[in-house]
T-cell receptor
Framework: DTEVTQTPKHLVMGMTNKKSLKCEQHMGHRAMYWYKQKAKKPPELMFV???????INESVPSRFSPECPNSSLLNLHLHALQPEDSALYLC?????????????FGSGTRLTVV | AQSVTQPDIHITVSEGASLELRCNYS??????LFWYVQSPGQGLQLLLKYFSGDTLVQGIKGFEAEFKRSQSSFNLRKPSVHWSDAAEYFC??????????FGRGTSLIVHP
């Protein structure tokens, strides 16, 4: 298995809703990442998990809450989002947090906040 | 701080023509260099990477890239473009913090 699987593919949520994004990989990778990507822009790093511990939080608002229940799974919990949070949310993984391995990305969750 | 520049926002080529996408970086030492491709509605896919050694790197899908230290460049090339190559291409550099810095991307348009 050489894939990163993200669910759901599309999500529409209201500003008072609570939802979660899920990311799964079975490649034995020990680093996992959440990125946010706006249209026609490069991805922006949000969080890094290394060996299931949060190692980097790029000053992301608390309405985004990451969770890494085990080495294969990464969640992003969403609460009280704003319309400007609408974007493509990408999960990625790498062998470990030394990024010279390069990343394997999922196909993303297209999030729309209404 | 490291930075990466992709000077071309859009590149248009005809199917079957050759392609070169430009990437320049600014950093005191040789960083780790990557090219990723993103098809519409998809995530990014790693095309190739350079760490050291042979400055001409072969990747997937028939792409190659050449590292030129004197020009601080890592340009991506393909001898014959296919319509399916139409996508967004991102150059990325990694140094120190292990977190990649992505260029703004170059959109490749392929005419039949």
């Amino acid at each position: 298995d050489t894939e990163v699987t993200q669910t759901p593919k599309h999500l529409v949520m209201g500003m008072t809703n609570k939802k979660s994004l899920k990311c799964e990989q079975h490649m034995g990778h020990r680093a996992m990442y959440w990125y946010k990507q706006k249209a026609k822009k490069p991805p922006e790093l949000m969080f890094v998990y290394s060996y299931e511990k949060l190692s980097i939080n790029e000053s992301v608002p608390s309405r985004f809450s990451p969770e890494c229940p085990n080495s294969s799974l990464l969640n992003l919990h969403l609460h009280a989002l704003q319309p400007e949070d609408s974007a493509l949310y990408l999960c990625a993984s790498s062998q470990d947090d030394r990024a010279w391995y390069g990343y394997t990305f999922g196909s993303g969750t297209r999030l729309t906040v209404v | 701080a490291q930075s990466v520049t992709q000077p071309d926002i859009h590149i248009t080529v005809s199917e079957g023509a050759s392609l070169e996408l430009r990437c320049n970086y600014s950093y005191g030492a040789t960083p780790y260099l990557f090219w990723y491709v993103q098809s519409p509605g998809q995530g990014l896919q790693l095309l190739l990477k350079y760490f050291s050694g042979d400055t001409l790197v072969q990747g997937i899908k028939g792409f190659e890239a050449e590292f030129k230290r004197s020009q601080s460049s890592f340009n991506l090339r393909k001898p014959s473009v296919h319509w399916s190559d139409a996508a967004e291409y991102f150059c990325a550099v990694v140094r120190g913090s292990y977190i990649p810095t992505f260029g703004r991307g170059t959109s490749l348009i392929v005419h039949p």
